[in-house]
């Protein structure tokens, strides 16, 4: 979880419509191809969205807001889309012994998809999202993504609307991909349809999390400005890792380390914690993820740490300084080594 042993284990990766196998260090992904964080509050006027008073006392972008997006602007509509929305078998015309939506989520300007095969293999999707509007109201939200460097358009959403009941937030929308699926991961079912969804709940904190408060702080996302560990290694290091292959030997049992000459490094490391108590772990080679993490967080009453949980459910501290608005630094300590990274906020 979000520091690793350099090198180790491996991740597979999509290239040309193949499969790859690069070395990599965490668990092995199909279809990153390209999060999500709880993002703070922008003033605008523009905006005729009447706060909850609920989130009087935090500075946390409003988890409550809702409406028919189409009658909204570009301000209103990012709120009220705002959050992670868990779809699993809530897809009005979806066959679970197929590919489906799993959930979907958004910040003020990314998202993250979670979709599942009929093997019941988890692929992501994460990218950044804009609105197509007419006088000033959102028509459709606009998804694009990026694979080897190029930006391209992945699907578009409409008709959504966002409603309250019994304190339960749903979201209804129609989502409607523009590419073929199946060109990417296994998927022979038709994913553009129509959906419903509940929103998740916001971790502890949330509604009390004023700009002083370090869960204020710590929400967000962050790009890693430098790394460091026991053994010397560099931001540069770990970047150089996504492209180190292995040669094993059978008669003589050795395995041999190189760099792939034909693979792109890793060129940005980013860290993504949001409010509804997940995070994104992220590297990116053009822009494009070559790898994607994503969990569970929680801060220690102290406040001093985090506790993180992996998507293998294997749980890590992660120790908490010199933490501001601009960025924080972060150490996990194990029995082999101390594990150092600086986080500079967006």
């Given at each position: 979880?979000f520091c690793?042993?350099?090198?180790?284990?491996s991740?597979?990766?999509?290239?040309?419509?193949?499969?790859?196998?690069?070395?990599?260090?965490f668990?092995?992904?199909?279809?990153?191809?390209?999060?999500?964080?709880?993002?703070?509050?922008?003033?605008?006027?523009?905006?005729?969205?009447?706060?909850?008073?609920?989130?009087?006392?935090s500075?946390?972008?409003?988890?409550?807001?809702t409406g028919?997006?189409?009658e909204?602007?570009?301000?209103?509509?990012?709120?009220?889309i705002?959050g992670?929305w868990?779809?699993?078998s809530?897809?009005?015309?979806a066959?679970?012994s197929?590919?489906s939506?799993?959930?979907?989520?958004?910040?003020?300007?990314?998202?993250?998809?979670?979709l599942?095969d009929?093997n019941?293999?988890r692929?992501?999707?994460?990218?950044?999202?804009?609105f197509e509007?007419v006088?000033?109201?959102?028509?459709?939200?606009?998804?694009?993504?990026?694979?080897?460097?190029?930006s391209?358009?992945?699907?578009?959403?409409?008709?959504?609307?966002?409603?309250?009941?019994?304190?339960?937030?749903?979201?209804?929308?129609?989502?409607?991909?523009l590419?073929?699926?199946?060109?990417?991961?296994?998927c022979?079912?038709?994913?553009?349809?129509?959906?419903?969804?509940?929103?998740?709940?916001?971790?502890?904190?949330?509604?009390?999390?004023?700009?002083?408060s370090?869960?204020?702080k710590?929400?967000?996302?962050?790009f890693?400005?430098?790394?460091?560990?026991?053994?010397?290694?560099?931001?540069?290091?770990?970047f150089?890792?996504?492209?180190?292959?292995?040669?094993?030997?059978?008669?003589?049992?050795?395995?041999?380390e190189?760099?792939d000459e034909?693979?792109?490094?890793?060129?940005?490391l980013i860290?993504e914690l949001?409010?509804?108590?997940?995070?994104?772990?992220?590297e990116?080679?053009?822009?494009?993820?070559?790898?994607?993490e994503d969990?569970?967080?929680?801060?220690s009453?102290?406040?001093?740490?985090?506790?993180?949980?992996?998507?293998?459910?294997?749980?890590?501290?992660?120790s908490?300084?010199?933490?501001?608005?601009?960025?924080?630094?972060?150490?996990?300590?194990?029995?082999?080594?101390?594990?150092?990274i600086?986080?500079?906020?967006?």
């Amino acid at each position: 979880m979000f520091c690793k042993d350099l090198p180790i284990t491996s991740v597979i990766n999509l290239q040309n419509n193949n499969y790859i196998l690069i070395k990599k260090h965490f668990a092995s992904l199909i279809f990153s191809v390209l999060v999500f964080s709880c993002s703070k509050d922008k003033v605008d006027d523009s905006s005729k969205t009447t706060e909850d008073l609920r989130m009087a006392n935090s500075a946390i972008t409003n988890i409550y807001a809702t409406g028919d997006v189409a009658e909204q602007t570009p301000e209103e509509a990012k709120k009220t889309i705002f959050g992670k929305w868990n779809l699993g078998s809530s897809a009005k015309s979806a066959s679970r012994s197929e590919c489906s939506f799993e959930s979907l989520e958004f910040t003020d300007e990314s998202y993250l998809i979670k979709l599942s095969d009929a093997n019941s293999q988890r692929h992501q999707i994460y990218g950044i999202y804009d609105f197509e509007e007419v006088d000033n109201k959102v028509v459709s939200v606009q998804l694009s993504t990026y694979f080897e460097g190029v930006s391209f358009e992945l699907a578009e959403i409409t008709d959504i609307v966002v409603e309250e009941n019994n304190g339960e937030l749903e979201i209804d929308f129609t989502f409607t991909f523009l590419m073929n699926l199946d060109d990417f991961f296994p998927c022979t079912n038709n994913l553009s349809q129509s959906y419903s969804a509940e929103k998740d709940e916001p971790m502890e904190g949330t509604l009390e999390a004023d700009e002083d408060s370090t869960h204020y702080k710590i929400v967000g996302k962050y790009f890693a400005k430098s790394y460091s560990d026991l053994y010397g290694n560099t931001l540069e290091d770990f970047f150089l890792d996504s492209c180190i292959e292995y040669d094993y030997n059978y008669e003589t049992g050795e395995e041999t380390e190189y760099i792939d000459e034909n693979c792109i490094p890793a060129d940005k490391l980013i860290l993504e914690l949001s409010t509804f108590g997940t995070y994104l772990f992220m590297e990116l080679a053009q822009n494009t993820p070559i790898y994607i993490e994503d969990g569970e967080w929680s801060l220690s009453s102290d406040e001093t740490s985090l506790k993180v949980t992996d998507p293998e459910g294997k749980i890590f501290v992660v120790s908490i300084t010199q933490i501001s608005n601009e960025g924080w630094t972060m150490t996990i300590e194990d029995d082999e080594d101390l594990q150092t990274i600086n986080w500079e906020k967006e």
